[in-house]
């Protein structure tokens, strides 16, 4: 006697799908708005290294200008690893892992929940350390146009780290692989950022930017289109 | 256990007569080039060994598909096969660029599209190995192997695109039409000879290499099972 | 509801199940014994679906594993010994985490009903942080049990729980099993899995060497039974 017709509600496989993703995602945030440990490692971490930058590259102001883009790049690849390696050992560590992979749903709604969770909070992070280094460095950060490259680069980083995390938190040498496997692949979105970025801060020529846009968003597509067709080879056993 | 099979032992054998014929004719036969001088015919080596190395780029990205696809062990094995060889002949076409940049260009390092993708691919690959090194589970290994290698098999030409797009000073060799780009040359007829057969040559050793690691791998596979039966 | 055929799992060449047979109906409460590393935990988690068998077939409320995995998982309710709950959201929380990441209906009175039937009301509110194991162990139950699975997988509930606490689950557990459901739970603990369970089975070296209902027992005792099918 299946218990299940009246258990489960009646919905499409597509609105169960957004359904699982919506509350994989909400449960990150909730648990780590409760105890933002992560957060807060992620972000003193990135202000840690824009200062170091500051004292690393003694620089006048015009000098300053040019390396603005790829001081905040940098600072936003290391911290993200911080917070992608975080994410995976919390269910790792836990084992609650099993209890996502138990849930009668797509592999891959758990992919894209963590996706749409550790987006969060490099944007979050990076939404900080915008103001902060416009305030420090006396470059205007805050502009509409930079935030939409910060997305697009943001979610080309988060899309392919999400899931090299899944696998580097299985690895014995867990915590230093993640930086090594990502970072190589993660290069050209690096490079589209910081021209694309440096581009718009100097002048904002259409012809400057929109190459290295395009690469953008060329990037996350194939991305994500590959990490979820790959996800569940690298949760399963 | 299978010795070696005869076809592999010919092909052996032709693989170095083949990369004798190729030095012959890159050092002796090939004329020298009026700008570069006798330092130019590391070309013809440089580009065979990025050729084998791209080579076996491409049967990692493959294997690792048909790894996920098929769950054979035996794709795994062409898998590690092909990132090793890979590994050692972009390491080897690094060298010898640089060995060719230095005089010519008056620097050991350009941080021109290829030799940059080359170097960016290399740490890719270091990547595969330490990830496979920290997996216990020999089927996770496989499955982490060749989930990367698809990763770095697209990320990589990507990369590629990105840094043309950023600058250029590699030589671009046929057809020579961009000669604003510094040590351009434009090949002769008996150059062209030259570095044809280099790439055939360097075909037949990547089969060979591929083919006797792969070997390798097989009998180091059925190595691990043999002690795993004597010591449960 | 359960039928195991000749299943096979292997780890790189290391066999852990070997050729097991195994028949639950329906409604029937098995308590799976074993020593350490015969196999148990393997073999519960390939019920889950959390891990695929080697060979062999594998059949859960009708439906074959691993290629129906996602409908076997909306019947079964798993509860392993670590709690699968997340320490900084509420006892509630985590319950409405799990019933919308399965796609309950009524969804609030559910959470209701189950933190009810595990004791757990007064404390809905509170960070599972600050649970004492036997209340995790008690909430992980109910997360399980949210969904009104018709199989229960239990893997060593008692584990590191005293005897108040463990006395609290064998309540729950009954009240679970009451409600006819399937279960199957691996255990360490005779006594508990004698007076909990109704059938008794013995994994040993991947293969149940030995079957008995407490009503075949009744003369002699669990432990006896145990200790003679391990002998052989």
């Not at chain 1, 299940?4 to 994989?24: C, Q, W, Y």
């Not at chain 2, 036969?29 to 570069?36: G, K, N, S």
């Not at chain 3, 390939?46 to 019947?75: D, W």
């Amino acid at each position: 006697m299946p218990r299940a017709e009246k258990t489960f509600r009646k919905e499409s496989p597509v609105s169960a799908f957004l359904r699982a993703i919506g509350a994989v995602a909400w449960k990150d945030l909730a648990a780590e708005f409760r105890s933002r440990e992560l957060f807060t490692a992620m972000l003193v971490f990135a202000l840690l290294v824009i200062i170091i930058f500051n004292f690393a590259l003694e620089l006048d102001i015009s000098t300053r200008r040019s390396v603005t883009s790829g001081v905040l790049w940098a600072t936003f690849a290391f911290a993200g690893t911080l917070g992608l390696n975080r994410s995976m050992s919390i269910e790792k560590d836990q084992g609650s892992l099993d209890g996502l992979l138990l849930a009668p749903v797509d592999r891959s709604a758990i992919y894209f929940g963590k996706v749409i969770s550790n987006l969060a909070f490099m944007l979050i992070v990076e939404a900080i350390v915008l103001p902060v280094y416009s305030f420090l460095y006396g470059v205007n950060l805050l502009q509409p146009g930079l935030m939409l490259i910060l997305l697009l680069g943001s979610i080309g980083y988060i899309v392919v780290g999400t899931l090299l995390a899944a696998m580097a938190v299985q690895s014995r040498t867990r915590d230093v692989m993640l930086p090594i496997l990502l970072f190589p692949v993660v290069i050209p979105v690096l490079i589209a950022a910081v021209k694309a970025s440096e581009g718009f801060l100097s002048g904002g020529e259409a012809a400057a930017i929109v190459p290295w846009l395009n690469l953008l968003i060329v990037y996350d597509v194939i991305f994500t289109s590959l990490a979820f067709m790959v996800f569940d080879y690298v949760v399963e056993e | 256990m299978q010795a070696k099979p005869a076809i592999l032992k010919v092909l052996d054998v032709v693989s170095v007569l083949l990369l004798a014929a190729a030095a012959y004719l890159a050092l002796v036969f090939a004329p020298t080039e009026a700008v570069m001088g006798q330092v130019q015919r590391v070309f013809y080596f440089h580009i065979g060994t990025a050729w084998t190395a791209l080579m076996g780029f491409i049967v990692a990205g493959a294997a690792g598909i048909i790894y996920l696809a098929k769950r054979d062990e035996k794709w795994d094995i062409v898998e590690v096969a092909a990132v090793e060889i890979s590994l050692v002949f972009f390491l080897i076409t690094i060298v010898l660029g640089s060995i060719w940049a230095r005089p010519v260009w008056n620097t050991w390092w350009t941080w021109d599209p290829r030799l940059t993708t080359a170097a960016v691919t290399e740490l890719i690959y270091i990547a595969y190995f330490m990830l496979r090194q920290g997996i216990e589970d020999p089927n996770r290994r496989a499955r982490f192997g060749a989930v990367y290698t698809i990763v770095g098999a697209i990320s990589a030409p990507i990369t590629f695109f990105a840094i043309r797009l950023f600058r250029t000073i590699h030589p671009v060799v046929i057809g020579a039409s961009d000669s604003s780009a510094q040590g351009t040359f434009a090949m002769t007829g008996d150059m062209k000879v030259a570095f044809f057969f280099a790439l055939f040559a360097f075909t037949v050793i990547f089969i060979d290499l591929l083919w006797n690691r792969i070997l390798m791998g097989r009998l180091a596979s059925r190595v691990e099972q043999l002690k795993l039966n004597l010591t449960s | 509801m359960i039928q195991v055929r000749k299943l096979v799992k292997r780890f790189g060449t290391k066999t852990v199940l070997n050729g097991l047979d195994l028949d639950v109906r329906e409604g029937e409460f098995v308590a799976l014994l074993g020593p350490n590393g015969a196999g148990k935990t393997t073999f519960l988690r390939i019920l889950a679906s959390l891990s695929q068998p080697s060979l062999g077939e594998v059949r859960v409320a009708g439906h074959r594993l691993p290629h129906q995995a996602a409908a076997v998982r909306a019947r079964l309710g798993v509860v392993s010994h670590t709690p699968l709950l997340y320490g900084d959201l509420t006892a509630q929380e985590n319950l409405r985490f799990y019933g919308r990441l399965y796609g309950l209906s009524d969804l609030t009175k559910r959470i209701d009903e189950v933190l009810a039937l595990i004791g757990l009301t007064a404390r809905r509110g509170d960070l599972v942080r600050t649970f004492s194991r036997g209340m995790q162990q008690r909430l992980a139950i109910g997360r399980a049990v949210l969904h009104d699975p018709d199989v229960m997988l239990f893997d060593e509930p008692h584990t590191g729980l005293d005897q108040d606490a463990s006395a609290m689950l064998d309540r729950v557990l009954k009240s679970v099993a009451a409600q006819g459901r399937t279960v199957v739970m691996t255990s360490h603990d005779l006594a508990r899995a004698e007076t909990l369970a109704t059938r008794y089975d013995v994994l040993s070296r991947g293969v149940i060497v030995a079957s008995t209902t407490r009503q075949q027992l009744r003369n002699s005792n669990l432990l006896a039974f145990y200790k003679r099918s391990l002998a052989d």
